[in-house]
């Protein structure tokens, strides 16, 4: 084992933990926390408040009879519980987080003071336009370079995710099928590799889906594509790279056939962050495409918002870009909030305000400090690190496309796996034991036992190589003949909660006490 120079090992000490268990549940430092209204003491209180004299009709007979149900808890006690809590979380910032698909990079800290700059940090919305031109100017100036960057001619920033994004472009979409009076589309066409959120929108917006096949080599398959085409197709929603890491090839040659049969090309844009700098999507025939800053311009993802999706358009789309919009003139920028001018077909808002403007402040930041010959090593580095793993675990994990070279994400199969008695799930959660997230598992549906990595452009050598090791440990040991999996089958071990029953925490989430 090597060590570094404070004699602490630099690869994973793979040993078994079996047989081991504190007095209390705790794991060394990380104490157990349950939650906090499971903390039974509700009569206590870290506050002391005077005594007061209420007169019962001071309220109308509204006064409470019951106690309200607080725990009753300390400053530090409730700080701690919070702390605890914290640390039962994985972050970017503890170790690499291979989540394919969601792009979970390093948040640089410069990001983050920008964005507390008081000029910026301490504005509000509804202040005269006048009086926070800087801000509309930095709008202008994140629009300018996500146009630059994509090819395109306009760009809507409101939207507040991914999936709000494509809602979005969506709408932009069917208010201009109307303002055509082509209205009668109803059809949007998904490949059976893309994101839930594809169809998901599409049928959000009042469109069927029909699904697209995919070629032996994990493409969209053209033929399949020309017999789903009919008069009533709105539109294609198709993922570049797509979701099983790799280039549509034939991209241009898809957007002239949904061009030619009377529909729009929606671009699902997650995975911009394997060809930002190097191709731009409106060469490509792309009509709109949502970017998630929090993948591509390194935002943080902020488990459910607030995250930022804004969506470029086409010059076809273009007139229908939802409000507000920023225009300029003799006395500086201003905001259009409704349909005049040249957004006088806008269809309407995504949201209140402008949208995430810290989530703005960040991903320009980041635009700025990388500059354009930045950008495009952030591509090619985020392409290399995926190649990476795969060429280093390629000889014990299965791979389904094999090939040529994957873009920014290794996509693997569960073929290696059969006969050992070790699912996919097993293989994944026995990662939490050796101190990585999971990579994402069982998507895309169209490979069976999925396991897609995405490292990003932020991790070093040394930090893949970390993981390389541990994967392979993992990898051997499953495979290995042996009649005790349960390293996997029981896996976690180590982490302070194992295996949840995902499916019924959110359908019937316990809210109350
Ligand atoms: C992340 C992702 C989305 C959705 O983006 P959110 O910002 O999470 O709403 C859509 N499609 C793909 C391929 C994604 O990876």
């Given at each position: 084992m090597s060590m570094n120079r404070t004699g602490?090992?630099?690869?994973?000490?793979?040993?078994a933990h079996e047989g081991f268990a504190s007095l209390t549940d705790g794991r060394g430092l990380l104490q157990s926390e349950r939650l906090i209204f499971e903390?039974?003491?509700?009569?206590?209180?870290?506050v002391d408040f005077a005594d007061i004299e209420i007169a019962a009709d001071d309220l109308s007979g509204l006064?409470?009879?019951?106690?309200?149900?607080l725990p009753g808890l300390t400053e530090p006690e409730a700080i701690r519980h919070y702390v605890r809590l914290s640390q039962y979380n994985h972050a970017i910032d503890l170790a690499l987080y291979p989540l394919g698909s969601c792009t979970m990079k390093h948040n640089p800290r410069l990001n983050e003071k920008m964005a507390r700059l008081t000029g910026l940090g301490?504005?509000?919305?509804?202040?005269?336009v006048s009086t926070v031109q800087g801000a509309i100017q930095l709008m202008d100036v994140l629009a300018r370079w996500l146009k630059t960057l994509t090819g395109m001619p306009a760009v809507a920033?409101?939207?507040?995710a991914g999936a709000h994004g494509e809602l979005c472009g969506l709408l932009a979409i069917k208010a201009a099928h109307e303002a055509s009076?082509?209205?009668?589309?109803r059809t949007v066409l998904v490949p059976?590799?893309?994101?839930?959120?594809n169809p998901a929108t599409a049928a959000f917006v009042g469109y069927s889906v029909r699904e697209i096949g995919q070629t032996a080599d994990g493409r969209v398959d053209i033929a399949d594509l020309k017999a789903r085409l009919?008069?009533?197709?709105a539109a294609i929603m198709l993922t570049n790279p797509n979701t099983c890491g790799l280039?549509?090839?034939d991209i241009i040659a898809i957007a002239d056939i949904i061009h030619a049969a009377g529909g729009y090309f929606y671009c699902d844009?997650?995975?911009?962050n394997a060809i930002v700098g190097r191709v731009r999507p409106g060469d490509l025939g792309v009509d709109a495409m949502h970017i998630n800053l929090h993948k591509t311009f390194s935002?943080?993802?902020?488990?459910?918002?607030p995250g930022a999706g804004p969506v470029v358009l086409s010059e076809a789309l273009a007139?229908?870009?939802?409000?507000p919009w920023v225009v300029s003139g003799a006395d500086g920028f201003d905001l259009l909030?409704?349909?005049?001018?040249?957004?006088?077909?806008n269809f309407g808002?995504?949201?209140?305000?402008?949208?995430q403007m810290g989530m703005y402040i960040r991903a320009l930041t980041y635009m700025l400090s990388h500059g354009a010959d930045g950008l495009r090593q952030v591509s090619g580095d985020a392409v290399l690190n995926a190649n990476y793993i795969k060429a280093s675990l390629s000889d014990l994990m299965s791979v389904p496309f094999p090939d040529g070279p994957c873009m920014h994400e290794a996509l693997f199969d569960d073929k290696w796996l059969?006969?050992?008695?070790?699912?996919t799930l097993d293989f994944a959660k026995a990662m939490i034991d050796e101190g990585f997230h999971p990579m994402t598992?069982?998507?895309?549906?169209?490979?069976?036992g999925a396991m897609l990595i995405e490292p990003t452009e932020t991790e070093s050598k040394t930090e893949l190589d970390r993981f390389i090791t541990a994967l392979r440990a993992l990898a051997e040991d499953a495979v290995k003949?042996?009649?005790?999996?349960t390293r996997f089958?029981?896996?976690?071990?180590?982490?302070?909660?194992?295996?949840?029953d995902e499916t019924r925490a959110a359908r019937f989430p316990r809210l109350v006490w």
């Open positions: 602490r090992p630099t690869a994973p000490v793979v040993t903390k039974k003491d509700y009569t206590r209180t870290g006064l409470r009879e019951e106690d309200m149900g301490d504005i509000h919305p509804l202040q005269p920033l409101s939207p507040k009076g082509q209205g009668h589309r059976k590799s893309a994101h839930g959120t009919s008069d009533d197709v280039f549509e090839r844009g997650a995975n911009f935002t943080p993802h902020g488990g459910g918002g007139a229908f870009a939802p409000a909030e409704h349909g005049e001018g040249e957004s006088a077909a808002r995504m949201c209140a305000f402008h949208g059969e006969g050992t008695g070790v699912t598992m069982y998507f895309p549906l169209v490979v069976h003949p042996s009649n005790d999996k089958t029981a896996a976690p071990h180590l982490a302070p909660t194992k295996r949840l």
